[in-house]
Structure formats: C-alpha cells, structure tokens
C-alpha cells in the first residue's frame, strides 16, 4: 500500500514532443504529490508538485495532472528540449514526513 | 550560498569496514533525510529525523547507523552488517513543522564503492 508505481521505466522522444510520465499509488492518507529531476551523477531536485485537492497544476513547461478517483497523476513535459533528457522521480508523501519515490523514469530527448 | 553538502563525492571501502558519508546543511532546516539509490531503482529511505537528538528508521534501515547532535548535520555510517554497502547515497533536508513539511532539497550524494 505504500508503493508509488511509475512507467514507463524509459522514454525517447523528439525535440519539441510531449512526453508523458505517468505515476498510481494506493494509499489514499498520501497529500502531497512531487516531482523531482534528477541529472547523471547529481541529487534530485524539486520540480513541481501537487496536493489532491487540484487537478491540475503548471509551472512553464511542466504540468502534473491529478485524478484523485483513480489515485493516478502525471508528468506532461511541453515542448521537450534536450536539456530536459534527465532521469524523472514521482513520489507521494504523508504527515509522517515519509516521501515514498517511485522507480524512476529515463527521458532522452532527441535533437 | 545555502544548501547541502556532502563528501566526499567518492568513497571506497574495504569489505568488513564502517565507513561514515557526511550531510551538513545550511538551511535552516529541521528535517534530515538519508536515501539509497541504486541503478534503476527509485530512492529508498534509510533513516530520517525531524528534529536534533531524534531519528526513525526508514524502510532499509539494517546495517547503517546515524546521529543527529546538531541541526546542521545527520552523518550515515554504513557498518559491516550492511551486506550491499555499494550504492549512491542521498542526503536531503526538508523544513518540517515550520514550513512546508515534504518539499526536500537533496546534497550532491556520494557514491560509495565497497570491494
């Protein structure tokens, strides 16, 4: 129950295309829904995040979609650049200050 | 400049060895966190603290140890018990009670190499 499930494990898109990163947990006391970004050989970083009381939420090229029904939300990347080739982290975390990460996915975006 | 500092980037190990990785932060923060990384695997939590003097066990706690004395700093030592020490260690803060509790901001990370 306090798994965060992620896919696809990789991903390649073309400049300018629109990957999507898409995340399900099943622990429904989770409020608060990150993304991080993590680049090879460094630590993750914050990239955006979301509490379920909103179904969407953006901040210039990245937007998280939530839908609390399915217990699912998304990573959509706008206009993808080859800066954004990076490995990308969803997680879930509740009151007790545990974050609970899923498996990661590799983007790599073609030029 | 504020935020998270940990050495060394690389360490290497004997088998049957402790070895301690640092963490030292400059945030302010309350909370400390130490994560596990390995190759295409998520991040998983080892230990973390809310506050000085106090820490949790996370889900793969077995083999490490911490302390937490001061607010700057939450030191990992990774002991003999530990039966697959090599990975990619994470430290991370986070503001706890005072702000927004889940938003971590992650060190460099060290990765730890054990023969």
């Known amino acids: 129950q306090q798994q965060v499930k992620q896919s696809p494990q990789s991903l390649i898109v073309q400049k300018g295309g629109i990957p999507i990163i898409n995340c399900a947990y099943e622990n429904t006391a989770f409020d608060y829904f990150p993304w991080y970004q993590q680049f090879p050989g460094k630590g993750p970083a914050l990239l955006i995040a979301?509490?379920?009381?909103?179904s969407e939420k953006k901040e210039g090229r990245f937007t998280i979609s939530f839908n609390k029904s399915a217990k699912q939300f998304s990573l959509h990347i706008m206009d993808s650049q080859p800066g954004d080739s990076a490995t990308y982290f969803c997680?879930?975390?509740?009151?007790?200050?545990?974050?609970?990460f899923g498996a990661g996915t590799r983007l790599f975006v073609k030029a | 400049d504020g935020g998270i500092t940990q050495s060394p980037k690389y360490l290497f190990r004997k088998e049957g060895q402790n070895v301690t990785l640092s963490c030292e932060q400059n945030?302010?923060?309350?909370?400390m966190y130490w994560y596990r990384q390995d190759p295409g695997q998520g991040l998983r939590l080892i230990y973390y603290?809310?506050?000085?003097?106090?820490?949790q066990k996370g889900d793969i706690a077995e083999g490490y140890s911490v302390s937490r004395e001061k607010k700057e700093s939450f030191p990992l030592t990774v002991t003999s018990a530990q039966k697959n020490p090599t990975a990619f260690y994470l430290c991370?803060?986070?503001?706890?009670?005072?702000?927004?509790?889940?938003?971590?901001?992650f060190g460099p990370g060290t990765r730890l190499t054990v023969t």
């Open positions: 997680a879930a975390s509740e009151g007790n200050f545990k974050t609970i």
């Open positions: 991370a803060s986070s503001m706890g009670t005072s702000g927004t509790p889940y938003e971590q901001y």
């Open positions: 979301i509490r379920p009381d909103v």
């Open positions: 603290s809310q506050i000085v003097n106090d820490f």
């Open positions: 945030l302010n923060h309350d909370a």
